[in-house]
């Protein structure tokens, strides 16, 4: 049942430069999309969130775009720093559910070259 | 700034033996959560919790599962006979109120069954 989808496992960006993550979904009853960071024997880190009705959201060198029509929403990291280097989670949620449960990707490992 | 906390980090048992997992949420957070992420694999909802009752579990969650908020500040996971295939990071999240959608997790528990 794969409803949030990460088709790159990996990515490497050399330090300063832009960083692109990218994630698929298929229900269209998600109106909640978050991203969390992870680092090895830690748990998630909320890093930014958007919903449904908007298509951008900003927040220092993190900004995320959610792209409805396609079902696609992308993380932005701008410029990328070698502490960036991490695990990325996108995840989504219906907020009008009974639970507001997160639905999580396979995870992009992101590595930023100094 | 608060955090959920998830004790032990590192529970190795016999299978077939009983585990009890433990987090402490953040204390004003109202709705809680279990996940797990079995090694490689993407990290998946067990259960829900709200108002000292469970509100959504997945399929996973079966009879060998059960949750606890025995006293107001722990919420337990139980695994009553614990198989090979349990083995995976446990991690407990929560979020304030419905409205927030913002899970915060705990740094989770491995589970390791032998």
């Known amino acids: 049942d794969q409803q949030v989808k990460q088709n790159s496992p990996s990515l490497s960006v050399q330090e300063g430069r832009i960083s692109i993550l990218n994630c698929d979904y298929t229900n269209s009853m998600f109106d909640y999309f978050l991203w969390y960071k992870k680092y090895p024997a830690e748990g998630p880190t909320f890093l930014i969130s958007i919903s449904s009705i908007k298509d951008k959201n900003e927040d220092g060198r993190f900004t995320v775009f959610l792209n409805k029509s396609a079902k696609h929403l992308s993380l932005h990291i701008v410029p990328s720093q070698p502490g960036d280097s991490a695990v990325y989670f996108c995840?989504?949620?219906?907020?009008?559910?009974?639970?507001?449960?997160?639905?999580f990707g396979t995870g992009t490992l992101l590595a930023v070259q100094p | 700034e608060p955090e959920v906390t998830q004790t032990p980090s590192h529970q190795v048992t016999q299978m077939g033996q009983e585990v009890i997992l433990r987090c402490v949420p953040i204390s004003n957070h109202l709705y809680f959560y279990w996940y797990r992420q079995i090694l490689g694999q993407k990290v998946e909802f067990l259960v829900s919790f709200y108002n000292n009752e469970i509100s959504e579990k997945s399929e996973i969650f079966d009879d060998q599962f059960s949750v606890e908020r025995p006293d107001g500040s722990n919420f337990t996971l139980k695994i009553r006979s614990t198989k090979l295939e349990d083995s995976a990071m446990y991690f407990c999240?929560?979020?304030?109120?419905?409205?927030?959608?913002?899970?915060?997790f705990g740094a989770g528990t491995r589970l390791s069954v032998l």
């Open positions: 995840a989504a949620s219906r907020r009008g559910g009974a639970t507001n449960k997160l639905i």
């Open positions: 999240a929560s979020i304030q109120a419905e409205a927030k959608n913002i899970q915060y």
